[in-house]
């Protein structure tokens, strides 16, 4: 019997009654879908940011950003590679325009890194921090409010693609949350630096960057209200979200790790980037069986 393809909306209808495609069957969930969106923004949002505290607040934590920066790498690249773009092809009979799509992505996420709305500075030295610092000189918290309304934006983005992910399949989500949580903890130990440099108290950068999380949680739950009878834009935004995370991935981190040129360090961030890929390739073949 011939493979026969089903529609978009109809593959999104049996995600939502617990049809899970990689094993061809049903499954009782044991969460509702919007909880695990949820649940999974609050992780990639709140969770990061406590986390992020953490690591700014203690000097001998900081050691290890650097190795959290090469695992995210991995995660990201795991990802993108192993489960979002196949997943994302599954779903449309037009791959070339899903490519341009991706690559589309890749050119707006420049654009906005530009306008300093997506940026992944992981540290208060770095082109985007040094530029607000000189348009702005001693400007009273403006450059550093700048940086929470487009840590904002991007929190808000975050959510719209955990929700896409999920529509799509459960271990898709949890994969995409994955990666996302990677790469935040470091990005917001640089928010918090920036927030300090700015002159705000520890208290008010923490507050800021916590209240920024929440956009996340914004962007999941309007994700998934919208996208529930917008089913055909799922893969475009599945392209759009491998395209931030390869965007962030090969342009913003890879390069920082070249400032530590040694031969023992880049043998580390090897294996720590393998590590982030294969974690994302366990946790496909544990959620499978």
Known sequence: MPNEKITSRFYFQLA?????????????????????????????????????????????????????????????????????????????????????????????????????LWRHCHHEHCEAHELLASEHGHD????????????????FVDGVIIAAAFLTDMHLGIVTALAIIAHEIPQEVGDFAILLHSGYSRARAFQLNLISSFASIVGGVLGYLTLQTMQAWIPSLLALA????????????????????????????????????GTVWLMMVLMAE
């Not at 009654?17 to 069957?25: C, D, M, Q, T, V």
């Not at 965007?247 to 090897?270: C, E, F, N, S």
């Open 16 to 116: 939502r009654l617990g049809y899970n495609p990689r094993l061809n069957s049903f499954h009782e969930p044991t969460m509702s879908l919007l909880a695990w969106i949820i649940a999974a923004s609050i992780c990639g949002g709140a969770l990061s940011v406590m986390c992020a505290a953490l690591f700014a607040l203690n000097s001998r934590l900081q050691r290890y950003l650097g190795a959290m920066v090469s695992y995210a790498i991995g995660a990201m690249l795991g990802a993108v590679f192993l489960d979002i773009l196949p997943e994302a092809i599954k779903l449309t009979s037009n791959v070339p325009a899903l490519s341009g799509t991706v690559m589309f992505g890749i050119l707006l996420f420049f654009v906005l890194e530009k306008l300093v």
């Open 140 to 155: 009273h918290g403006r450059s550093g409010m700048m940086i929470t309304v487009g840590d904002t934006f991007h929190n």
């Open 242 to 277: 491998a395209a931030s995370m390869l965007y962030v991935a090969v342009a913003d981190l890879i390069p920082g790790l070249h400032k530590r040129a040694q031969l023992r360090d880049t043998m580390q961030q090897v294996g720590l980037i393998m590590l982030g890929v």
